[in-house]
């Protein structure tokens, strides 16, 4: 059972930074893909960033595409998501993903808040 550990949340003005952590532990299996996604109330979770852990090929949502970067420490099973430009709308408790083993299990981290003030 992969264990997901998020941090970096928090409050911050319009316009602002954060960066989110997510560790990855007590993986017996591989780890294929690791992502950021984002649940704001009322609505459905979304992706928001994804990398592979083999080429670290990047993939964002288009409304977070250009302020938002998804990085991987190539010696460990962490993820970063730096997050620009801040915006009201990103308001949300944001995700940590792993898709990991042969059957491509999803494991799910228990999300930290990011709000954003306008």
């Known amino acids: 059972q992969v264990q997901l550990t998020e941090s970096g949340g928090g409050l911050v003005e319009s316009g602002g930074s954060l960066t989110l952590t997510c560790v990855a532990s007590r993986s017996a299996e591989p780890i294929y893909v690791m992502a950021w996604y984002r649940q704001a109330p009322g609505k459905r979770r979304e992706m928001v960033a994804s990398i592979a852990t083999d080429d670290h090929n990047e993939n964002y949502a288009d409304s977070v595409r250009g302020r938002f970067t998804i990085s991987k420490d190539r010696a460990k099973d962490t993820i970063y998501l730096q997050m620009d430009s801040l915006k009201p709308e990103d308001t949300a408790v944001y995700y940590c993903?792993?898709?990991?083993?042969?059957?491509?299990?999803?494991?799910w981290g228990q999300g930290t808040q990011v709000t954003v003030s306008s």
């Open positions: 993903n792993t898709v990991s083993g042969v059957a491509l299990k999803l494991n």
